[in-house]
C-alpha cells in the first residue's frame, strides 16, 4: 500500500471510530423518551379513600473530610405507586432548603400515577438552593384503599476518583 495513502487513511480510520463510539456513549447516556403524566384533578374529600403528605431528607451537599469541604450531590425523587390495581394521584412535589423555605415546585398540576407507574423529578449537584439540608414534600391521594407509594431520594456525587450514592426514605407527617 502506498505511503501516502496510510498517511490519510489512518487519521480518517481513527476519526470515524472517535466519533462511532461518542454517538454509542451519549446514546447509553440518555433515557429512552417517557409519554407524559396525565394531568389529573384533586380528588374532592367526600370522595378521598386515603392520602399522606410524606417528608424526605435530601442531603444535595454534605462535608466531607478534615477540612469539612463541601461534596454537592445531585438528588432525584422518585416516586412509585406499588399498587397492581390501584391509580393515585401525586398533587404535590415541593423542594424546600435547610431554613423550610420552599425553593420550588416539581410539579405544575397534580398527575395520575397508574398502577405500578412512577415518577422522578432531579436536581442538579450545582443546584446549590437546597444547601445542607434540603427536603421534599411529596402529597398524594386515592379514590381508593391502595398501598402508599415507595417515595424515596436517591442522592449521587462523584470527585475526581471519590463516589457516594445513598437512599433516603420518605416519612409520612399527615395522613388523611
Known amino acids: 500500500m502506498p505511503r501516502h495513502l496510510l498517511t490519510w487513511l489512518l ?3 481513527l476519526f470515524t471510530l472517535a466519533v462511532g463510539c461518542d454517538r454509542e456513549n451519549r446514546a447509553l447516556n440518555q ?3 417517557r409519554e407524559p403524566l396525565e394531568v389529573a384533578p384533586r380528588i374532592p374529600p367526600a370522595m378521598k379513600a386515603m392520602g399522606q ?3 424526605v431528607p435530601v442531603y444535595s451537599s454534605i462535608q466531607e473530610g478534615q477540612k469539612g469541604r463541601l461534596f454537592h450531590l445531585s438528588a432525584h425523587l422518585s416516586v412509585r405507586n406499588i399498587s397492581q390495581k390501584n391509580s ?3 398533587a404535590v412535589a415541593d423542594y424546600y432548603d435547610s431554613n423550610g423555605k420552599q425553593v420550588r415546585r416539581l410539579l405544575e398540576a397534580p398527575v395520575k400515577l397508574g398502577p405500578m407507574a412512577s415518577t422522578d423529578f432531579f436536581i442538579r449537584s450545582n443546584d446549590l438552593a437546597g444547601v445542607t439540608g434540603a427536603s421534599f414534600l411529596v402529597e398524594w391521594e386515592a379514590e381508593n384503599p391502595t398501598a402508599p407509594p415507595v417515595v424515596q431520594a436517591v442522592m449521587l ?4 476518583g471519590q463516589g457516594i450514592s445513598f437512599v433516603t426514605n420518605g416519612l409520612p407527617v399527615d395522613s388523611h
Open 31 to 33: 433515557l429512552p423518551p
Open 88 to 90: 393515585i394521584v401525586l
Open 157 to 160: 456525587g462523584t470527585n475526581g
Open 11 to 13: 487519521p480518517f480510520v
Open 53 to 55: 403528605l410524606v417528608y
